[in-house]
């Protein structure tokens, strides 16, 4: 389960509408072995694209050094949807490179509606899991959890011929 504050989640879905119609990408930071995401860090998409997302070479690699000065980690790797669900594509599945970090998807095809989802991504096979998210500025005790969307908890993205 993915447990991230609620000011956190309103900057991911605040840089994913300011970036449409491009797929908005950044990172959301924590303590080392934490799995706790504390410091949000939006990143430019490099491609530029409605269907693709890349990090900036450079940027990511100011964004790494960065967090391991500070003793972080990528807890989320997040990016947007610009016409379609937040579920995983395949080339999404393709380059999630960080097994232990929660793959945030937010879906920006409804102007008026947050389509928020989290997976896991770990060797080509994608697991939905819950979002809590906990509002703090209300009452740290209250949580809201949330699971968007009809897909399947797991996805086994291998082909085979068997």
Same mark, same amino acid.
């Given at each position: ?52 997302? @890349?990090? +900036?070479?450079? $940027? ?11 003793? #972080? &980690?990528?807890?989320? !790797? ?5 016409a379609t ?24 095809? @409804?102007? +008026?509606?947050? $389509? ?11 697991? #939905? &899991?819950p979002v809590? !998210? ?29």
């Amino acid at each position: 389960m993915l447990s991230i504050d609620r000011s956190i989640i309103d900057a991911i879905v605040a840089h994913a509408r300011r970036d449409h119609p491009d797929e908005a990408c950044g990172v959301v930071a924590g303590p080392a072995g934490s799995d706790t995401p504390t410091r949000h860090i939006p990143m430019e998409n490099a491609a530029r694209s409605m269907t693709f997302y @890349e990090f +900036d070479s450079m $940027e990511h690699l100011r964004v790494w050094r960065e967090m391991d000065d500070r003793d #972080e &980690e990528p807890v989320v !790797i997040y990016h947007s949807h610009t016409a379609t669900e937040a579920y995983p594509s395949r080339t999404d599945v393709s380059f999630a490179g960080e097994p232990g970090a929660h793959y945030l998807l937010v879906s920006t095809r @409804e102007p +008026d509606t947050e $389509e928020i989802r989290s997976f896991r991504i770990v060797d080509g096979v994608v697991t #939905e &899991e819950p979002v809590e !998210i906990v509002d703090a500025a209300v009452d740290p005790h209250a949580v809201q959890s949330y699971m968007f969307g009809q897909s399947p908890a797991t996805v086994d993205y291998e082909c085979s011929d068997r």
